[in-house]
Nanobody, 125 residues
Framework: VQLVESGGGLVQAGGSLRLSCAASGRTGSLDATGWFRQAPGKERDFVAAIRWSGDNVFYTDSVKGRFTIARDNAKNTVYLQMNSLKPEDTAVYYC???????????????????WGQGTQVTVSS
């Protein structure tokens, strides 16, 4: 499975960006896709996750109400719509996917087998 992120960039505080994560290869084996972010000098943190079937979505508290994760099964793509962006959202954003992750482990980065290369999001104040 290969994952390719796109959509990052520079935006002013309060603005919006939409990230895309396009999956290719054995996408039929995937169970969940997550978004993580890593700011300079910090650990890689969970942002949001979605399963490829059903309506279950998951968010870290700091992005609830501002970010929305969604998927397009026909395009094998997961999106992260980011609104009301803040300078503290600045980071490299990565998408990750795995054939099977239990709900309680969706926020754990080392549970994901496949990773994209990351896309930079910079929010200016």
């Amino acid at each position: 499975v290969q994952l390719v992120e796109s959509g990052g960039g520079l935006v002013q505080a309060g603005g919006s960006l939409r990230l895309s994560c396009a999956a290719s290869g054995r996408t039929g084996s995937l169970d969940a896709t997550g978004w993580f972010r890593q700011a300079p000098g910090k650990e890689r943190d969970f942002v949001a996750a979605i399963r490829w079937s059903g309506d279950n979505v998951f968010y870290t508290d700091s992005v609830k109400g501002r970010f929305t994760i969604a998927r397009d099964n026909a395009k094998n793509t997961v999106y992260l719509q980011m609104n009301s962006l803040k300078p503290e959202d600045t980071a490299v954003y990565y998408c990750a996917a795995d054939p099977y992750i239990t709900t309680e482990r969706l926020n754990i980065s080392n549970r994901y087998a496949y990773w994209g290369q990351g896309t930079q999001v910079t929010v200016s104040s």
